[in-house]
């Protein structure tokens, strides 16, 4: 089993940046692939980027295509998300959730991180 919580949410203005940090429990961690996905007020949460769990293989939303880095440490059972050039569409309450193996479904989920991003 893992548990995850997430940190680093915060106001920032347009342009910003802020690292989200999602810390996870479990001897297992390093076998999970990690995603970071979002819910803005009255939408469905949606993808924004994953890691493999060798942190080799990345995947983003296209949104946040050059603008986001997810990286993951396995010795400190970490994943980040540094997020630059931040947007008021950035908005968002974000989840680190976490998958076996390769990818699939999100078996275990944080609590979320409010990102708030003013114009």
């Known amino acids: 089993q893992v548990q995850l919580e997430e940190s680093g949410g915060g106001l920032v203005q347009a342009g910003g940046s802020l690292r989200l940090t999602c810390a996870a429990s479990?001897?297992?961690?390093?076998?999970?692939?990690i995603g970071w996905l979002r819910q803005a007020p009255g939408e469905e949460r949606k993808f924004v980027a994953a890691?493999?769990?060798?942190?080799?293989?990345?995947d983003y939303a296209n949104s946040v295509k050059g603008r986001f880095t997810i990286s993951r440490d396995n010795a400190k059972n970490t994943v980040y998300l540094q997020m630059n050039n931040l947007k008021p569409e950035d908005t968002a309450v974000y989840y680190c959730?976490?998958?076996?193996?390769?990818?699939?479904?999100?078996?275990?989920w944080g609590q979320g991180t409010q990102v708030t991003v003013s114009s």
């Open positions: 479990g001897r297992t961690f390093s076998t999970y692939a």
């Open positions: 890691i493999n769990p060798s942190g080799d293989i990345l």
């Open positions: 959730a976490a998958a076996p193996g390769e990818g699939g479904l999100y078996n275990y």
